[in-house]
């Protein structure tokens, strides 16, 4: 079992709707859970972040955590082409360090 | 606000050669961190250092070393280059804090070993 794991897509949805991109992770232990986003052939972007159990909201972004399912998500409402790019799951390694452990990413494709 | 710088932007080297990437913050954060990424590998860490004058190995650290020079630099060495190690690098930064706080990331080096 991978550590974090993540459907590799490509996820397609329509402009406009809501996409919802998917996470689950191996250590109970993690503490700290993040999305990034990384547009082809360039670094990952921090999209968003969470530590705590339920729903944070940034704008058109809701992380949604559930630790005793370990499983977090990312959903994104009124998509835009712009969107299209590849999502990362990562997640906290437990114990002292900050080391991060991430997923292979979810390809999302927002059709006009 | 530059964030995290990497050079080169883009290096093709030949086996056997040597080369190291560096990587500079002015986000006066504690951690650094080297990962490489290949397709369908995700993001793999190789070195990270998480406080100035310690570094330790990750997931793939063979055929790497690496040098937390101060709190701004830490730099990635390849000794004898292999073409196993093409890939791109990414350099990235975080406070070393509790809760674990987010990571940035420079642009990336995009290695070729031929």
């Known amino acids: 079992q991978k550590e974090v794991e993540q459907n590799s897509g490509p996820l397609s949805v329509p402009e406009g709707a809501i996409a919802s991109l998917n996470c689950t992770y191996s250590d109970r232990g993690s503490q700290s859970f993040f999305w990034y986003r990384q547009y082809s052939g360039k670094s990952p972007e921090l999209i968003m972040f969470?530590?705590?159990?339920g729903d944070k909201e940034d704008g058109r972004f809701t992380a949604q955590l559930n630790k005793a399912s370990q499983y977090v998500s990312l959903l994104i409402r009124d998509s835009q082409p712009s969107d299209s790019a590849t999502y990362l799951c990562?997640?906290?390694?437990?114990?002292?360090?900050?080391?991060?452990?991430f997923g292979t990413g979810t390809l999302l494709a927002v059709q006009p | 606000n530059a964030g995290v710088t990497q050079t080169p932007k883009f290096q093709v080297l030949k086996t056997g050669q040597s080369m190291t990437l560096q990587c500079a913050q002015d986000m006066n954060h504690n951690s650094m961190y080297w990962y490489r990424q290949d397709p369908g590998m995700g993001l793999r860490l190789i070195y990270y250092?998480?406080?100035?004058?310690?570094?330790d190995k990750g997931e793939v650290p063979n055929g790497y070393n690496v040098s937390r020079l101060n709190k701004r630099e830490f730099s990635l060495r390849l000794e004898s280059a292999a073409p196993s190690q093409t890939s791109v690098y990414f350099c990235?930064?975080?406070?070393?804090?509790?809760?674990?706080?987010?990571?940035?990331f420079g642009d990336g080096t995009r290695l070729s070993i031929l």
């Open positions: 990235a930064s975080s406070l070393k804090t509790s809760p674990v706080q987010p990571q940035h």
């Open positions: 250092s998480a406080s100035e004058g310690t570094t």
């Open positions: 969470i530590y705590s159990n």
């Open positions: 990562a997640v906290n390694k437990g114990g002292a360090t900050n080391k991060l452990i």
